[in-house]
Every structure is written in C-alpha cells, then in structure tokens.
C-alpha cells in the first residue's frame, strides 16, 4: 500500500461509548496511528437487537467510517463482533476487519490454569454463542458458561460504576454464575462487552482475587498491531496521532460520558453527529 494510504486512520466503532474502552488500548500501544471513531449512541445497545437488526446497523457504521477513508475496520464491539464479523469482512474486504471475540477467547484461553471460563457478556453476544465456540476451539477441554448482563451496559453509560449499590447488582449477576460451575468455580472470568471494563473495580470486589478479569481491548491492540506490520501499512508519521469522533446522536453526550471509557477528557465541539 502507498505512503498516503498507510496515514489513513484505523476505524473503530461500536454501540455507544464502550468501545472507547478499545480505542485506549489502540492509542496506547499506536500512538502515532490516527483513528477515527465512531459511536452508534443513536441505537445503543445493540446486545437487546436481533442479530439481524445488529448486522444491518453494524454494516451501516462500517460503511461510514469506510466512506470518510480508513485502511482497516475494528469493530470494537462484542455483539455486533459475535453476529456480524462475517458479514463485515464480506462486505468490506480486502480492508482489514478485526473484532474484538476472538482476541478476547485468546487472552481467556492463556489465563486460565484450571479450564474454568466464565463470560459476561450482552443477551445477544450470549445467545449467539461465540465466545463459546471461539474458546472451545482453542481450548476443548475448557468448561465455558457465559451469562448475559443487561444493566452492566446501562450503569457504565450512566457513569454508575462504583459503591454498594453497584455491587450489589454485580452480585446478583456473578452469584448465580459462579454457582452454575459446582463446587469448583472459575478462574477466569470475560467481560465480553466493552462497556463492562469501567465497572472493573466492583466487578472484581464481588468475583474475588482468585479470579482473574479478561477484557480483550489489549490483546485486539496487539492482533491489530500484528496486522498492520504485515500489511506493511503501520503509520511512518513520527508525530502523535489524531483521533476523531462520530456519533449518532447528541455530541454533547456523547463527549461527557465517553470521557470515563478514553481516560481522558472528550470536546464536544470534536464530536460530530452524522446520520447512518
């Protein structure tokens, strides 16, 4: 690929904010790649939708972020990841499309010692099964059992990701899940949604010390980090790279609780609202 094409930026979307969670990782192992975002805060979340409704909005957002000039398509979210990921790399190919599943199975796969992997996930990234199956191919022996956790999503885009009552719902989530495993329980456990990492604190108060939380916005840094050197289409600009924002509904939003994901302060006046 040319000079020109390797400075185009990588392109990230998901339901809401929670990707951003990804787009951290992404900056902080390629801080010289530039990046374009965007938020579907119009339609979030899509873990209630039908795997239809996901795959149509999910190719709506990649085909935006491929109009505005990308040279790969991450898809920094675990719903539309598990049900449209093929439909994606179709309709999109030969431009790189990475989603966030598989290297989330991966970083569960090499942290468990005992084979015993719990997912937290959306309805639909659990109902779909492909957590389950992308582990159990890289690990048959592994014991998986994945429970879906709608409000997680509601408290993280609220900004409630702290306290008793925060924790309490967690429990009442965790405590049906871990049980499900016996007398043994799990080791591991994946937040298959990128909403869930904000609530990693109350989330790893209730599961407890012996069991290790996997989110997959490193381990997809690093697969889209491997893809790029491949391609031989990584970024020679020595300086910082430039992050963009889109969104789908109220940039105001969108740049006050998308903050909390990024780390670091959003200006609404560099979000800009488009209509897919």
Same mark, same amino acid.
């Given at each position: 690929?040319?000079?020109?094409?390797?400075?185009?930026? =990588?392109? %990230? !979307?998901?339901?809401?904010?929670?990707?951003?969670?990804?787009?951290?990782?992404?900056?902080?192992?390629l801080?010289?790649?530039?990046?374009?975002?965007?938020?579907?805060?119009?339609?979030?979340?899509?873990g209630?939708?039908?795997?239809?409704?996901?795959?149509?909005?999910?190719?709506?957002a990649?085909?935006?972020l491929?109009?505005?000039?990308?040279?790969?398509?991450?898809?920094?979210?675990?719903?539309?990841?598990?049900?449209?990921?093929?439909?994606?790399?179709?309709?999109?190919?030969?431009l790189?499309?990475?989603?966030?599943?598989?290297?989330?199975?991966?970083?569960?796969?090499?942290?468990? =010692?005992?084979?015993?992997?719990?997912?937290?996930?959306?309805?639909?990234?659990?109902?779909?099964?492909?957590?389950?199956?992308? =582990?159990?191919?890289?690990?048959?022996?592994?014991?998986?059992?994945?429970?879906?956790?709608?409000? !997680? #999503?509601?408290l993280?885009?609220?900004?409630? #990701?702290?306290?008793?009552?925060?924790?309490?719902?967690?429990?009442?989530?965790?405590?049906?899940? +871990?049980?499900? +495993?016996?007398?043994?329980?799990?080791?591991?456990? %994946?937040?298959?949604?990128?909403? +869930?990492?904000?609530?990693?604190?109350?989330? *790893?108060?209730?599961?407890?010390?012996? =069991?290790?939380? %996997?989110?997959?916005?490193?381990?997809?840094?690093?697969?889209?980090?491997?893809?790029?050197?491949?391609?031989?289409i990584?970024?020679?600009?020595?300086?910082?790279?430039?992050? *963009? !924002?889109?969104?789908?509904?109220?940039?105001?939003? !969108?740049?006050?609780?998308?903050?909390? +994901?990024?780390?670091?302060?959003?200006?609404?006046?560099d979000?800009? #609202?488009?209509?897919?």
């Open positions: 690929m040319s000079v020109c094409t390797s400075s185009l930026p =990588i392109g %990230v !979307f998901d339901s809401g904010v929670g990707g951003l969670t990804v787009l951290r990782a992404l900056r902080e192992l801080p010289n790649e530039n990046f374009l975002y965007l938020g579907d805060t119009a339609r979030v979340p899509y209630t939708k039908s795997p239809e409704s996901v795959t149509k909005y999910a190719l709506q990649g085909g935006a491929v109009r505005e000039g990308i040279k790969m398509l991450v898809v920094a979210c675990n719903t539309a990841s598990a049900v449209s990921i093929d439909a994606l790399a179709a309709e999109y190919g030969p790189p499309v990475v989603g966030v599943v598989k290297p989330g199975a991966e970083a569960a796969c090499a942290t468990t =010692i005992n084979g015993k992997i719990a997912v937290i996930a959306t309805e639909s990234t659990v109902n779909g099964g492909a957590y389950q199956r992308t =582990i159990c191919s890289m690990h048959p022996d592994a014991e998986i059992i994945a429970y879906p956790c709608p409000l !997680f #999503v509601g993280a885009e609220e900004g409630w #990701v702290e306290g008793e009552l925060v924790e309490a719902i967690v429990a009442r989530y965790l405590e049906p899940l +871990f049980a499900a +495993f016996g007398e043994v329980g799990p080791d591991t456990l %994946v937040l298959g949604c990128t909403h +869930f990492p904000v609530l990693r604190k109350a989330i *790893s108060n209730v599961a407890g010390s012996a =069991i290790r939380l %996997v989110d997959s916005a490193e381990t997809t840094a690093r697969t889209v980090e491997n893809i790029l050197s491949e391609a031989k990584c970024n020679t600009d020595k300086d910082k790279g430039q992050v *963009s !924002f889109l969104a789908t509904d109220s940039a105001q939003r !969108f740049a006050a609780v998308g903050g909390s +994901f990024l780390g670091v302060e959003i200006d609404t006046n979000v800009r #609202v488009v209509d897919l």
